[in-house]
């Protein structure tokens, strides 16, 4: 059993930042991707960033600039540092981790239940 339990949403004014946390816990053996997807209300589930096990990250345009990811391999967390935020980051935002649970499985993908960012005035 795995699971991922996200932490640090909330209410921030535009320009703010908030910082979010990410924990995997359970029958871990090593994880690969990691990574912050978000979901407005009627829309599609976007991806946010994401981090490679050796550290390369990705982010679309929408956030370059403004998000960074980082991770913590030794406590198998992932963080999401969002600066500059605007009304339109508003979401629910997703931890994601691709992980194997023991040394002969493939990679699995596994979701935190979401923290809700809202982005206004």
């Known amino acids: 059993q795995v699971l991922l339990v996200e932490s640090g949403g909330g209410l921030v004014q535009p320009g703010g930042s908030l910082r979010l946390s990410c924990a995997a816990s359970?029958?871990?053996?090593?994880?690969?991707?990691m990574a912050w997807y978000r979901q407005e209300p009627g829309k599609q589930r976007e991806l946010v960033s994401r981090?490679?096990?050796?550290?390369?990250?990705y982010y679309p345009e929408v956030v370059k600039g403004r998000f960074t990811i980082s991770r913590d391999n030794a406590r198998n967390a992932v963080y999401l540092q969002m600066n500059s935020l605007k009304p339109e980051d508003t979401a629910v935002y997703y931890c994601?981790?691709?992980?194997?649970?023991?040394?002969?499985?493939?990679?699995?993908?596994?979701w935190g239940k979401g923290t809700l960012v809202t982005v206004s005035s």
């Open positions: 994601y981790a691709n992980l194997r649970a023991h040394p002969l499985d493939s990679g699995r993908d596994y």
């Open positions: 981090i490679t096990a050796s550290g390369s990250t």
């Open positions: 359970g029958n871990i053996f090593t994880i690969n991707a």
